[in-house]
C-alpha cells in the first residue's frame, strides 16, 4: 500500500511527473533542475523514494504515475478523514464552517454535488 502523504518538496516534484509524463528521466532531470533547483542525484534519489513506495515507476528510463494525481489527493484526504476525523464528513465540515464563510457559489455547488448524488441512490 503506498504511503499517502507527500512533503511540500516532493509533492512539487510528483506534480511535475504527472503534468509531463510518460516522461524520459532526463527530462525528468531537467525539469527538476528548472523549476527545484535540483541536481541530478537528488532527482534520482527521491524518483527512486516515491517509485518504492508506488507512487510512479522508471522502467528502461521512461517514467509514469501507477496512481493518478486525482486518485492520489484523494485517498490522501480519504486517510486525513479518516484519522482527524474518524471518518466523518460532517465533522470535518463542521469544522471547515467554523473558520471559513461559505459564498452563494460555495452553497450552489455543494448542493448541486449532493443533488446528483441523491439522485443515484
Request: charged share 25%; glycine share 4%.
Given at each position: ?34 523549476q527545484l533547483s535540483w541536481k541530478k542525484p537528488t532527482t534520482y534519489t527521491v524518483l ?46 463542521q469544522a471547515i464552517l467554523t473558520r471559513k464563510q461559505l459564498s452563494r457559489k ?16
Amino acid at each position: 500500500m503506498p504511503d499517502w502523504k507527500l512533503g511540500p518538496v516532493e509533492a512539487r516534484f510528483a506534480d511535475i511527473i504527472w503534468r509531463n509524463e510518460p516522461l524520459h528521466s532526463s527530462q525528468l532531470v531537467e525539469l527538476s533542475r528548472q523549476q527545484l533547483s535540483w541536481k541530478k542525484p537528488t532527482t534520482y534519489t527521491v524518483l527512486r523514494k516515491l517509485c518504492q513506495r508506488g507512487l510512479f515507476q522508471n522502467v528502461d528510463s521512461t517514467v509514469t504515475s501507477l496512481i493518478s494525481r486525482g486518485e492520489f489527493y484523494a485517498r490522501q484526504s480519504e486517510e486525513f478523514l479518516n484519522e482527524v476525523f474518524d471518518g466523518s464528513l460532517p465533522e470535518l465540515i463542521q469544522a471547515i464552517l467554523t473558520r471559513k464563510q461559505l459564498s452563494r457559489k460555495d452553497i450552489r455547488q455543494i448542493k448541486q454535488m449532493l443533488d446528483s448524488m441523491t439522485k443515484t441512490d
